[in-house]
């Protein structure tokens, strides 16, 4: 059986949306976990870009995807998630099924590199545009680090002023450590 | 694409722990939504136990069944949940999979019958005592109903005192209309 983690809920709700030939984005891909798994869900012949502006991210997921050939779906950029808008083709504005945003640091790298709120804002409103009806926005947030907390707080003020008319909006939190511990916000697009 | 709702993120958490042949209880069958629901997962060599008071619960939902074939999987109890742990068998004890509580009143039914605050803390108990090592209730709470926000705060308080050496609780709740939206939450046994 499967063991409950804010990760594995934002990958149930993401599975029941993102299917084969679908388009995502990992607005932060980090380790290239959650690179790996929308690559999975959209193979083999749909779409994933990799955003993350440290060049090591960028490289460490390449050579994770060249042992398991998912490559041919998959874009790597090293760039801000701020210039998404910008970068991902304008054919494809509209029809994102799903934008996964994993907020703080790379994990075994620089903790002085963490992912900034306001090019984080400014990804988010590039998302809620990118995005499909129906589409999902998965957001894991971290107050338990240094500027996670005032970062954490801005993306729920952020979710919070969304027009509700258009968007529908879940929190998911861990009752142990309730400060500290890690929050997941899911965003549906209505229409 | 799936809308997203508690009721289906609920159902989620829920797929990924209850296989065939498994074992649950629905502790609020009502219209019988997530009993045929909990059956469809085990079936066809599972078991799902359904309690409510109601009569008119019981008979609509064995009628719901008798059309889809699925009732050689169910057994209906017309009691409370709070007696569940005298009738369930003694040899399940420890080996139920997932317990489903839907708090609040039976949709089409008498709203002044109501889930009572003190049978629903006693079965959540047995609850716990029932589950299997990584087994999972999903608890579904309404404030918006009269008697519905003293219901959710006492189960919240209930989830908080839980040992959480030996319980993972995760609450998710929309942002829209914050104090009366529902709140589901899950609980899953470590071991």
Redesign the interface.
């Known amino acids: 059986?499967?063991?409950?983690s804010?990760v594995?809920?934002a990958h149930?709700?993401i599975?029941?949306?993102l299917h084969p030939g679908a388009i995502a984005i990992d607005a932060t891909v980090g380790n290239g976990h959650d690179t790996l798994f929308l690559v999975k869900q959209v193979s083999p012949s749909g779409k994933v870009f990799g955003f993350d502006i440290q060049q090591a991210a960028i490289e460490s997921t390449r050579a994770k995807f060249l042992q398991t050939q998912g490559m041919k779906c998959l874009t790597l950029i090293q760039a801000s998630h701020a210039d998404m808008s910008d970068i991902i083709p304008a054919n494809h504005h509209g029809n994102i099924?799903v934008i996964m945003f994993n907020l703080g640091y790379l994990p075994g790298g620089d903790k002085n590199i963490i992912t900034c709120t306001d090019s984080t804002i400014t990804a988010l409103h590039s998302a809620c545009e990118l995005l499909s009806s129906?589409?999902?926005i998965t957001i894991m947030a971290y107050p338990g680090h240094s500027g996670g907390d005032l970062e954490t707080a801005q993306v729920k003020n952020w979710?919070?002023q969304?027009d509700?008319e258009h968007f529908?909006?879940?929190?998911?939190?861990?009752?142990?450590n309730k400060d500290s511990a890690p929050r997941l916000f899911?965003i549906?697009k209505m229409h």
Chains 1, 2 share one sequence.
């Open positions: 059986m499967q063991r409950i804010l594995n809920t149930n709700f599975k029941e949306i099924s129906q589409g999902i979710c919070e969304l509700k529908k909006i879940d929190i998911i939190y861990s009752v142990d899911v549906q």
